[in-house]
């Protein structure tokens, strides 16, 4: 069984950065066919898609997030993490990050973190 737990801290001020590492267990990242995403739940809104890694370097960005997010990972940890910079209170949401299977869609998620931007 798959299981990802995001960590991170759950409080940002504003114009930080903002890092999330996600921990997967019962499957590794460097799996061929498995890209690594993360995704937010602002409050009171929809899903959006940040952004995802490949294990052979591919990353992929939102648009509209491209210019100050980005996804490193750790092999050795079995761990991929986001960095967002220059962070507003309109990034407050709760965080995922998920497991997507080669093009059907998400299978597994982590429970979610909650991030709040304030001072």
């Known amino acids: 069984q798959v299981q990802l737990q995001e960590s991170g801290p759950g409080l940002v001020k504003p114009s930080e950065t903002l890092s999330l590492t996600c921990t997967v267990s019962g499957g590794s990242i460097t799996a061929n066919g498995y890209y690594w995403h993360w995704i937010r739940q602002p409050p009171g809104k929809g899903l959006e898609w940040i952004g995802l890694m490949y294990i052979t370097g591919t990353t992929g960005y939102s648009p509209s997030l491209k210019s100050r997010t980005s996804i490193s990972w750790d092999t050795s940890k079995n761990q991929f993490t986001l960095h967002m910079t220059s962070v507003t209170p309109e990034d407050t949401a709760v965080y995922y990050c998920?497991?997507?299977?080669?093009?059907?869609?998400?299978?597994?998620w982590g429970q979610g973190t909650q991030v709040t931007v304030s001072a």
């Open positions: 998920a497991r997507e299977a080669g093009g059907g869609g998400w299978d597994y």
